[in-house]
């Protein structure tokens, strides 16, 4: 082709330039070399920037700007060079086979098989206990790599700290008593004394709903869980332990923000809706002599999502 | 922080002279025969609060109550007839006349229209309530067949606003409660409020205040543009699906979080960029898919070659 | 060269050799080590230019400002879940008491010069970085790359795409703020439905029940030094892998199983790829300096386990198993005083590990299916292979429904429709999207098999009436820009040898014109 004889020979290369393959891909190579010399001195000026914003301890976004600017211009400028300015090629180089030849092949094969097995066949004891040494060390070695990591469950995912007579108290530790939520409130609440712990949280959170004036009956097996219009579920999902803390005051349905289960209040918290497989646990409630809200009984099953060990 | 103190001053200075001499009137044992009962603020909720330490009552009528953080205003009597009027024109024709309900329409057959209902009675649901109905642009409707009103431009002016609630209080003998509050934002905790609206309204609203879709069909609105007083009524009252925030939030509480919605959530700061919707990864997935994986495959497209 | 240049260049040589300090340097280096030979022929070595074949290095070059950026974030963040009262600029948390891990996450973004910054483009790198990987390996699929001899590099990209996951993932934890917090939750809900061995599994990961203590220890242990560790050392054996079998290639002109057409590594190919490094930090610098990302002081901190937010995604690679676990029935096994909790079993542990486990063995499977057991260095078109595209944009199709499944609340809200319908769709649709995408990618390729020169511009047919009345009909000559000049390939030159080697090698160069 006659334009790539008439081209300027590129100037990094110390080869003769008579072969076209030689030839940058650009052009006007004059032209791009200035357009990448903009690019670079841009990227100058930006990094430049970069250092007086981190120096005056400017905003992230002018940080960002003037240093992702500045590397964009120079993979640019970088890139144009390679593309344009560097000999255009293609050039091609021989692919040899990974294979070796029959004769290392066998060779090879033959070092592995007959050394190393008839080793092991003229030692046969020497062979098995190795193995077993190797064996035993693997399986006990489990033991401190694993075993101590953390407890066994026991029964921690069974029980809460539910107890009999438990006050029911809010976040901030103050009991609830009959009198504090109007209809359509619910606020999560936890047995007195363990309101302010991670791990008591995690298991025991109930949320607390009252949904009429007068006592309730969820299900059968609960004429007395839901004095005066209260209801305490588990606020556990039995999905995967999200909080449900979502509820809708007029469909009286408890929704898990995670993965949208929804589960009925007014019907012992069956679930009606998405993945949760089981109703949330109820906690009995009863009115004590002050007024208070306090707990009949734990839960009586275990509470959040399902395991092996869950009865 | 600033401070969004919705009175005009010389409401505000007629109010102080009025909570002073409620608060003299308390201490002159001026305790007449009320024929409405005290406001349940003053009751037992909230016990431990420096709740409702300003009570007025006028003619044994509680007409204001409430204290620093939030006060609670009953609309003026001489509102009522004006608000009979609005009320027919407007409201009626859902409500019914005596404002105490109609059942569901037959038109109405989602789960949450059969499970809920429709056409409320709204004999003592409180001014607030009515208020925040119609302020937010809820109220008149504009399908009485939604499964939810749509937040949209007001129809009603604040003044007719505040006559259709004070017509419907006359309704009942028993107090409508809450009264239109009014929230004081001097001296609120940011820090309080944060941390309350993570664990009372963010389960619903989202974390970033741009509400959400529920179930069937429902959904938590955008707190984007929520005025302060609307913010309070809607906790106080628990309008639609929203759970009633009553005796489990003092009014300091609900002033906290009423000063981290105005703020943060309705401005937030963003000092990362753009702040993208506030929708979390589903947002920032895109971005990164989209313009960041695509844009950088674009420029593949550019370093390599195509044949 | 000027006279001058050269009678320098002999007075250097004299001293130092004909190629100067650098010159001797390199024979210091070659005395004690012998690079010289191996070094001259990796300089040649040939990489193949098609822009598909860098898709690869959008991820290597993201993991580079992933390692860059983290070792920035190690500085300043405490894995402690002790508690502290923050005292800082943003007012919402001023005064509050939360982990040491929230805290001092919060304190590089505020407090830390360029901390935010370094934070939100560690985070677009990670997004960026597993997105890269996908279509990526997208690319190896649909064009048979994996084909023998590269199953092992297959499969070594697989794991790192795990890897890159499962990083992802932790490392998105650490900040110990609400949203994440949830996230750890459901992990723990995840490891515990796993039958027998679930509950001990978990208690050894958190050292006992959810919370614990020890869980950001660990998994900062895991974030910033065994995985990253794993991941180097695996992405240098792919490298290593691609080196060694040499990259594959399209067909074309001049291209054989027996040859590498390209550029040669040094300078060409090191000249565009490290440009191209520049360009993707500077890419995720711009998105890190625009685009806010994971805003944790919204999110506020985990302190109280009962906290929830609604619209709780993951990162978008987690994307398709929350969308799995949304969508999947509430199918619980329970019997003999035991659980098996199908609703999240299978769609969180059964399901990817099908998806993965199927990943692994394609390349056996295939070979197996076609009875191919050639080895492979030219590639296919995916329209030549209907089946196999067909499979992979089956896949493709299942895992996209997924992740569009985990953001059923998203669109339920802003289409106006029932979140409940939604989701009853979004089952129908997962379920239905593989036979689809099969068959639409199966009958596009052979559509697509039938048309000549697909893409290009169509030619005219000019017909013309002759002076006797008959009708011609004449093609168009091709369109000028379809037409370009291309050479053939050629050995790689040699720039230091002299004039009458580098004459020969052009000679068997020659001009060819072909349709793009």
Known sequence: MSEHEHREPVSFSRAKATDPHMQPAAKDPVGMERRIAILFILAFGLFAAFGACYWVNASAWTLGATMGGGLLLLGVGLVAWGKYLMPKGPFVEERHDMASSSEDRDAFAATIVERGGGIVKRRPVLGGLLGAGVGVFSLVAIFPLLRSLGPNPGNTLLVTDWKKKAHLVDSTGRRIHVDDLSIGSAVTVFPKGYENDDQAQSMDQTILIRIADHDITTQKGRETWGPQGYVAYSKLCTHLGCPVGLYERELKLLVCPCHQSMFDVTNGAIPNFGPAPRPLPQLPLYVDSEGYLRAQNGFDEPVGPGFWERK | MTHSLTLKKPVAVALSAMVLFGALSLFAGAAGASPKQAPYQTGRYNAGTPNSSVVVEKDGTVVKYGNGSIVYILPSAALVDLGHALYSANCAACHGVDANGVPPHSAQTSYANVHAGAYPNLQGVGPAAVDFWIESGRMPAAAGTDVQAVRRPQRLTHKQALAIAAFIDTLTTNPGLPYVPSVNLKSASLATGADLFALNCAACHTITGGGDALAFGTYAPSLRHVPANQVVEAIRTGPGNMPRFSGNLSDAQVRDIVAYVTEYIQHPTNPGGLGLGGLGPVAEGFIGLALGVGLLCLAAFWVGERQ | ?516
């Open chain 3, 1 to 516: 060269m000027t006279d001058i240049a050269v009678n320098t260049k002999r007075a250097k040589k004299a001293q130092a050799g004909p190629y100067g300090k650098v010159g001797q340097a390199l024979n210091g280096l070659d005395d004690r080590l012998g690079v010289a030979k191996g070094g001259r022929t990796f300089m040649d070595k040939i990489f193949p230019d098609h822009w598909s074949f860098m898709l690869g290095e959008i991820a290597l070059y993201s993991f580079v400002v992933l390692l860059v950026t983290g070792i920035f974030l190690t500085l300043y963040y405490v894995p402690s879940s002790s508690i502290v009262t923050y005292h800082g600029p943003y007012l919402p948390l001023d005064g509050q008491k939360f982990s040491e891990a929230y805290a001092s996450s919060i304190n590089l973004s505020f407090s830390v010069r360029a901390g935010l910054l370094m934070r939100q483009m560690h985070h677009w790198a990670c997004d960026i970085f597993v997105g890269s990987i996908v279509v990526h390996m997208c690319r190896v699929f649909f064009t048979g790359a994996f084909r023998k001899p590269r199953e092992l590099n297959w499969s070594i990209g697989l794991t790192l795409l795990t890897l890159a996951i499962v990083n992802g993932f932790i490392g998105y934890s650490l900040p110990d703020d609400l949203v994440s917090g949830t996230g750890i939750r459901i992990a723990y809900s995840i490891i515990l439905s796993i039958p027998v061995v679930g509950t001990h599994l978990a208690f050894w990961l958190f050292g006992g029940n959810f919370p614990g203590t020890v869980i950001l220890g660990r998994f900062y242990a895991i974030h910033i030094l065994i995985l990253p560790l794993v991941i180097l050392g695996l992405v240098g054996a792919h490298l290593g892998l691609l080196v060694r079998q040499k990259h594959t290639q399209f067909p074309g002109e001049g291209r054989t199983e027996k040859n590498v057409v390209g550029s040669p590594m040094f300078p060409i190919f090191m000249a565009k790829t490290t440009g191209f490094l520049f360009l993707v930090g500077g890419a995720i610098a711009l998105l890190g300096a625009f685009a806010q990302i994971n805003p944790i002081w919204q999110f506020g901190p985990y302190d109280n386990i009962a906290k929830i937010s609604y619209a709780v995604q993951p990162d978008w690679y987690m994307g398709f198993l929350d969308g799995a676990l949304r969508i999947f029935p509430a199918w619980s096994f329970h019997s003999f005083g035991y659980t098996i909790p199908i609703e999240v079993l299978f769609p969180a542990v059964i399901l990817p590990g099908i998806v993965f486990t199927l990943g692994y063995l394609w390349p056996n499977l295939e070979a197996r299916i076609t009875k191919d057991d050639e080895i492979h260095n030219l590639l296919d078109r995916p329209r030549d292979r209907p089946h196999r595209t067909a499979a992979g944009a089956g896949i493709l199709s299942l895992l996209f429904m997924l992740f569009i499944a985990s953001s059923t609340d998203v669109i339920a809200n802003y289409m106006h429709i029932s979140l409940n319908e939604v989701l009853i769709a979004m089952r129908v649709l997962v379920l239905v999207s593989p036979f689809i995408g099969y068959a639409v990618a199966y009958y596009i390729c052979k559509e697509l098999q039938g048309v000549e020169k697909a893409g290009k511009r169509k030619t005219h047919n000019i017909v013309t009436r002759t002076a006797t009345g008959e009708y011609v009909t004449v093609a168009a000559p091709m369109n000028v820009n379809d037409m370009h000049a291309e050479l053939h390939a050629v050995p790689v030159p040699n720039y230091i040898e002299d004039d009458a080697v580098a004459a020969s090698a052009s000679s068997t160069a020659g001009v060819r014109t072909v349709d793009r």
